[in-house]
């Protein structure tokens, strides 16, 4: 059962619509399939997260303010406007990463 929502490209929303075998690259860079034998159902209007102005505002209360902020979950195209927003309003790093992207944290 998947409650509301799964990004586009990701592995619950190939499960959602319905793909009943996914590839996935296995230690060694082999490929396999994974086959899906579920019932699937999804529950829509239910959602914990915080909306954006939500976010906007905790991220101008952090204290001390943070050097750099990740956005790293969500619809690619509202994560990438967040994680501009952030950075145009408090003069600071934003880094919005793809999906296999790699970040060297410090």
Known sequence: MFVSYQAEGSLGNKIQKGWREIPLEV???KREVLKINLQVHTVEGFSAHSDRNQLMSFARQIKPRPQRFIINHGEAT??????????KCLKCETICPKNLDAIRLK
Not at 80 to 86: E, G, Y
């Open 27 to 29: 230690v060694g860079g």
């Open 78 to 87: 509202k994560a990438l406007d967040l994680t501009k927003s952030i950075h």
